[in-house]
């Protein structure tokens, strides 16, 4: 029981964070426009940062059994966030101003959103066939575009970090080792697109238990 509510504490938290985002970033665009798109990392990267930081206790919690969900599926996209956003992202400035920033954060946020809304109601033992459909649909078809927008946004950068030599490392004689950045950049996109077609087939098998029946957990609705 004390879990229970932990768990649905941690929930309300991010469902309130990932939705100031999503109407912080609905009200800009509809108050400036597109020119509200490049000014989108300046304004909500603070929040972002925090709930993507908070977002890695949910390895934690599948690590203690708390959690239910498959640990590899949920720690690939959690990384694969992280890096996007804190190595990628947060560390060219140049890069924040890009309009697949905002469209990589709209996606995130809209999964979320449904997905976190869903997580409370569930932990008070309440499924509605509206919400449910839409956790273990909406996510088959955003998350590839997710993909995408995560690639292009490392496929921006890479001029940027061969250009500013970020995180590139060469040491010091008698050693001849270096680590060019760019190159491990564009392995990670080969990562990241097998990864994904990992986590699709997972979500997939989720949608079939929870949906393919048509039984969604008969509870109390």
Not at 25 to 35: A, E, L, V
Not at 69 to 95: A, C, D, K, W, Y
Not at 149 to 171: D, H, Q, R, W
Request: aromatic share 18%.
């Amino acid at each position: 029981f004390t879990m229970n509510i932990y768990l649905f504490v941690y929930d309300l938290m991010q469902f309130c964070g990932h939705s100031w985002i999503f109407t912080n970033m609905i009200i800009r665009f509809m108050t400036f426009g597109k020119d509200s798109l490049a000014d989108t990392f300046h304004s909500i990267g603070l929040v972002m940062r925090l709930c993507q930081l908070l977002s890695v206790l949910e390895i934690l919690h599948i690590l203690i059994g708390i959690d239910k969900s498959r640990l590899l599926p949920r720690f690939l996209q959690i990384t694969e966030r992280i890096i996007v956003l804190f190595v990628v992202i947060n560390s060219q400035e140049e890069v924040q101003g890009k309009y697949v920033v905002c469209v990589l954060f709209f996606l995130w946020n809209l999964l979320d959103v449904v997905r976190y809304t869903y997580n409370m109601l569930a932990r008070m033992g309440i499924y509605y066939l509206p919400l449910t459909w839409l956790h273990f649909s909406l996510c088959i078809p955003l998350y590839p575009l997710s993909v995408l927008a995560k690639g292009f946004a490392i496929c921006v950068s890479l001029p940027y970090f061969e250009s500013f030599g970020t995180y590139s490392i060469k040491l010091p004689f008698p050693f001849t080792f270096s680590i060019y950045f760019p190159y491990v950049l564009k392995m990670y996109l080969l990562v990241l697109f097998a990864g994904m077609c990992f986590i699709i087939r997972n979500l997939f098998s989720e949608r079939v238990a929870h949906l393919g029946t048509g039984n969604i957990k008969n509870k109390r609705s």
